[in-house]
């Protein structure tokens, strides 16, 4: 199996919207509405921002959005604030278990 | 609180065994899947396997298939992760985290245990 593919880097300005893909196949993504998507600050756990697509657990910022079209998922983030610099991946079920994806970093400039 | 309490750091040679545990806490242990995840020095998350303590079942990830070992104690809430012999290679951030109750989604995250092996 392998990772599924992420730009390894998005940049934008404060206020901006970045969006971060996510490509699997017809065999994780494409098959399952169960993608999520976790940020990752520097030497911290990493934290769930979407799941299932586009649901958002309680307490993270309705600025996080998710969707999905064919294999490709996708991570909006609206409003780009500095607090948002962090490595972000995605994670695709996939029938016998769980894919992450090569892992974003997002840089704001 | 769900809360998830990693053992500490370990140091070990190659070709030494080694077990670490996740204990969880604040939820019912034996009804929930929990997940290892690798993270290699400076790079990505990658997915083990999964047990459920409730009856043991294990899912492995094929590239982990055999090269690790994922069991579980329920009378002390505790799961493990466990090497026979350690490689160089194996030297990483392990983390493990709690799954929801349907989906697959990794939603409660333990600290971390960092494993260095070297010789």
């Known amino acids: 199996q392998s990772a599924l593919t992420q730009p390894a880097s998005v940049s934008g300005s404060p206020g901006q919207s970045i969006t971060i893909s996510c490509t699997g196949t017809?065999?994780?993504?494409?098959?399952?509405?169960?993608v999520s998507w976790y940020q990752q600050s520097p030497g911290k756990s990493p934290k769930v921002l979407i799941y299932?697509?586009?649901k958002r657990p309680s307490g993270v910022s309705d600025r996080y959005s998710g969707s999905k079209s064919g294999n490709t998922a996708s991570l909006t983030i609206s409003g780009l604030q500095a607090e948002d610099e962090a490595d972000y991946y995605c994670?695709?079920?996939?029938?016998?278990?769980?894919?992450f994806g090569t892992g974003t970093t997002v840089t704001v400039l | 609180e769900v809360q998830l309490v990693q053992s500490g750091a370990e140091v070990k040679k190659p070709g030494e065994s080694l077990k670490i545990s996740c204990k969880g806490s604040?939820?019912?242990?034996?009804?929930?899947?929990i997940g290892w995840v690798r993270q290699m020095p400076g790079k990505g998350l990658e997915w083990m396997g999964i047990?459920?303590?409730?009856?043991?079942?294990?899912r492995y990830s094929p590239s982990f298939q055999g090269q690790v070992t994922i069991s579980a104690d329920k009378s002390i809430s505790t799961a493990y992760l466990q090497w026979s012999s350690l490689k160089a290679s194996d030297t990483a951030m392990y983390y493990c985290?709690?799954?929801?109750?349907?989906?697959?989604?990794?939603?409660?995250w333990g600290q971390g245990t960092l494993v260095t092996v070297s010789s």
């Open positions: 985290a709690r799954l929801a109750a349907s989906g697959g989604l990794l939603l409660f």
């Open positions: 047990i459920y303590p409730g009856d043991s079942d294990t």
């Open positions: 017809s065999s994780d993504v494409g098959s399952y509405d169960l």
């Open positions: 994670c695709s079920y996939t029938g016998s278990g769980s894919l």
């Open positions: 299932e697509v586009t």
């Open positions: 604040g939820y019912s242990f034996t009804s929930y899947w």
